[in-house]
């Protein structure tokens, strides 16, 4: 089987420094109660989340129960965290930092998510379906940048003589325009083959299964090709540049091919430890299916040290067929595979640990496996989506419902690979909109900053759907969504569904699919956030009576020889407990700030320092009864010896 080959640039990369970042996303939500009865009286709760996958100089217990809560919040009041966050670091070998930023909020310090109304300020009525003029296009997924633009990719029809598929990616601004810095000719657009048939047909099938959005602006994807005249698939990994063209640093002109025998497909691709990057989905042969798993180093090239030259395809999974199709890479250099595969006894979604040479972890589950088969029956699509703080996942997924139909279905799962009955007392939960007709749930949860699930997908009616569920030990549909937890979405008459679903930039609820505007192209839906809160450096003096609500941080101490801080420390003596002339901070929009830095120690071989840090919040006089969320990011860095 010829292949088309490109010579590839060496690729070269120079580190002018090493250094360790470990950052742990904290969210901070308070919520405000409705009045009742006429009064003002209101009520909150406060979540502080560290999640540190790797650290030796940072310790998440640093940040205590009393200082994840804000207790009351009333109207017009000011309130501080009655406990404190103390985060230790240092370096053998040279300087070393601490600062502490907004994730993605673009200058706002907090804010409500989404109650599932549109965003009007994003297309129209919160709508947008990208048109490709080679044919109809199919989104598989999608990302939000940090400067607030919208990636969105999949593959389109290009016709042909075969039907050709190529590789198509889009990218959008904050409100729904073009960006016409990305793609060709200025459209915001691009469109790619590989890989070119000589054959007398021509045939050039490539799809795009999914890919991510690495930090330095690049997109790292897989799907698998079908370019030759025997037509089977062989599974890809690509990577493009940041303005949408093939990277030529990458593999073969941007792109590595991976035969096995039969039909070959990669449906999800995560980063592992080393730079390395995992792929896996199906070796689909003749026969019953198997899983297939890959390990690529940085510059795209199979790691042969992982499995044989590269990959393991394996029948062992299933009685008769399995296909992975999420990766959830763990700290210890482990990972669990979401997917789903016959267990002898129907098909099922299921997790499974796998050790970082690729075989089985049998500790985990039943023998290595978690099956899930909501009340019992059958279903499909089971995707891992995001872990849960005590080391589990959430697995989403369909299910028969014995009306002829199929229900979205979502189950908890321990770290351990058990099914967690604090939720729900079984760990599953399920929800259905049109009695017998077909609702299903993809890999599309998110977790809001007051404990909210967030399930999209399609519907018996050809709609995409947004459903909430809650987070508490008895689950259910949130009804501060969409009034009952569930909203369909109607494109434009057309068949619409969603496959991926994400928080936007300030709470936003982001739906990526593909809808019909009548032409079938990739949607966006984008529901607005209930509301924000700026930081203090935004005109709000903490504890004055005014109408702006406010959200920041106060540096209570520091230690350690020489430190030096680029944050106000309160020198008052008042432990940052005072609401009214203690130094308040706003928290930086961006790491690359001068106020990110908490403390900075210039001592070379300083091996302790801490920083104690606060966190408070003013209510305006009519603060809307919502749970505000501030996303930031802790981050250490460290230089290694």
């Not at 919040?617 to 603060?623: C, E, N, P, V, Y």
Request: hydrophobic share 40%.
């Amino acid at each position: 089987m010829a292949r088309r080959t490109t010579p590839s640039p060496a690729r070269t990369r120079t580190l002018s420094r090493v250094r360790r970042v470990l950052a742990c996303g904290a969210v901070i939500a308070a919520a405000v109660a409705a009045s009742v009865g006429g009064s003002q009286a209101a009520s909150s709760s406060v979540t502080v989340t560290l999640d540190v996958l790797s650290s030796t100089t940072m310790d998440p217990a640093g940040c205590p129960a009393s200082a994840r809560g804000f207790g009351t919040v009333l109207p017009d009041s000011s309130v501080v965290a009655s406990g404190a966050c103390t985060i230790s670091f240092g370096s053998s070998n040279n300087s070393s930092m601490l600062k502490l930023y907004q994730q993605d909020q673009f200058g706002d310090a907090m804010f409500a998510r989404s109650d599932g109304s549109p965003d009007n300020t994003f297309s129209a009525n919160s709508k947008h379906v990208v048109i490709f003029p080679e044919g109809a296009a199919d989104a598989k997924w999608g990302a939000l940048q940090p400067d607030g633009k919208y990636l969105i990719g999949g593959h389109v029809n290009t016709g042909g003589a075969g039907g050709d598929n190529a590789i198509a990616l889009a990218r959008v601004d904050a409100n729904g325009t073009p960006d016409p810095g990305f793609g060709d000719a200025a459209s915001g657009r691009k469109v790619q083959n590989f890989y070119v048939d000589a054959g007398a047909d021509n045939y050039e099938d490539e799809t795009g299964a999914y890919a991510y959005l690495e930090p330095g602006g690049k997109i790292l994807g897989v799907g698998w090709t079908s370019w030759n005249d025997a037509r089977l698939d062989d599974a890809i990994i690509y990577r493009f540049l940041a303005n949408g063209q093939p990277d030529p640093s990458f593999g073969t002109g941007g792109v590595t091919l991976m035969d096995s025998a039969g039909w070959d497909q990669f449906w999800m691709v995560a980063p592992v430890e080393g730079g390395k990057y995992l792929a896996a989905g199906c070796s689909c042969q003749f026969g019953p299916s198997q899983i297939l798993l890959a390990r690529f180093n940085a510059d795209g090239t199979p790691d042969v040290s992982f499995g044989t030259s590269g990959k393991i395809d394996t029948a062992t999974w299933a009685s008769n067929g399995a296909m992975i199709q999420s990766i959830l890479p763990l700290p210890s250099g482990r990972f669990i595979v979401g997917g789903t595969r016959d267990n002898g006894a129907g098909s099922a979604a299921f997790t499974a640990r796998i050790n970082s040479d690729g075989s089985v972890d049998t500790t985990y589950g039943v023998l290595g496996f978690r099956d899930v088969q909501w009340l019992g029956n059958s279903q499909g699509n089971g995707r891992i989506s995001l872990a849960t703080p005590d080391g589990g996942v959430w697995l989403s997924g369909h299910l028969a419902n014995g009306g002829a139909g199929t229900d979205i279905g979502i189950a908890k799962i321990t770290a351990s690979g058990g099914l967690d009955t604090s939720w729900n007392s079984t760990g599953l939960a399920t929800a259905g909109y049109t009695g017998a007709s077909n609702d299903y749930g993809y890999a599309t949860l998110a977790l809001g900053g007051d404990d909210v699930l967030v399930v999209g997908g399609s519907t018996g009616t050809n709609d995409m759907h947004a459903t909430a569920f809650t987070n508490g030990g008895t689950a259910g549909l949130d009804t501060g969504f969409s009034v009952d937890g569930k909203l369909l979405i109607d494109q434009n008459g057309g068949g619409d569904f969603a496959v991926q679903a994400f928080w936007g930039r300030e709470g936003e609820i982001v739906l990526i699919g593909t809808g019909t505007d009548p032409t079938q192209g990739m949607a966006f839906h984008v529901m607005a956030n209930g509301g924000t809160v700026p930081d203090y450096g935004g005109g709000a003096v903490f504890g004055s009576a005014n109408t702006q609500a406010a959200f920041g941080a106060c540096l209570e101490a520091r230690s350690g020889a020489g430190v030096a801080g680029g944050w106000t420390l309160d020198g008052g003596g008042g432990g940052c407990t005072a609401v009214v002339g203690d130094p308040w901070n706003p928290i930086a929009d961006t790491s690359a700030s001068p106020t990110a830095k908490v403390l900075g120690s210039p001592t070379v071989g300083l091996t302790t320092a801490s920083a104690t840090i606060r966190f408070g919040i003013k209510t305006a006089l009519a603060q809307s009864p919502k749970d505000y969320s501030a996303p930031l990011v802790l981050e250490v860095i460290a230089p290694d010896a």
